[in-house]
Each structure stands twice: as C-alpha cells, then as structure tokens.
C-alpha cells in the first residue's frame, strides 16, 4: 500500500468504524422497535383491552384513525390518542 493510501486508511477508518457501530447498536434496532410498534397499532381492534402510556387499562369501545375509545370502568368511557397506546393486552395474553 502507498503511503497516501495509509493515510487515507488511517484518517478515515475510524469515522467508518464509528458510523457502523452508530447503525448496528442504535438505527436498527430502533427502526425495529417502532414497526413492532405500528404493527401493534394497525392490528388495534374493538373489544381488545389494552394499556395506556399513562398506565391506564381498558377495553376498545371504538377506534378511528387518530382516536380510540376506551371503556376503563363500568359507565366510563373515555376518548384517548391512538399513539398513546402502549401494549395490546388480549395480544399478549395470546400469544402466551
């Protein structure tokens, strides 16, 4: 190797190196976390209990794009954005 080419190497090496780590231990998984959590929202449907961001359980009343309706206790029906669901419950109880 020329030494240009070293030089190169040795000034640009390290930001590549960087660069990867950057996308394998963050990027990715992160992207892989929010499809999971897309998927999770497109499959919401009425009649599936689910839990809040704020901690909040209830049941799916109704659900349109931006807003679900949740039942939370008996007479209680409150209205709560779609993006504020964190886990679908009666999902997760299947699948165990």
Known sequence: MSPETMAALSTWGPILVMIMIFYFLLYRPQKAAQKRRMNML???KVGHKVMTI???FG????I?????RLKIAANTVIEVSR???NSNISLEEQQD
Request: zero cysteines; aromatic letters at 0%; glycine letters at 12%.
């Open 54 to 56: 704020g901690g909040l």
């Open 42 to 44: 497109d499959s919401l």
């Open 59 to 62: 049941t799916i009343e109704a």
């Open 64 to 68: 349109d794009d931006k807003v679900v």
């Open 83 to 85: 993006a504020s669901i």
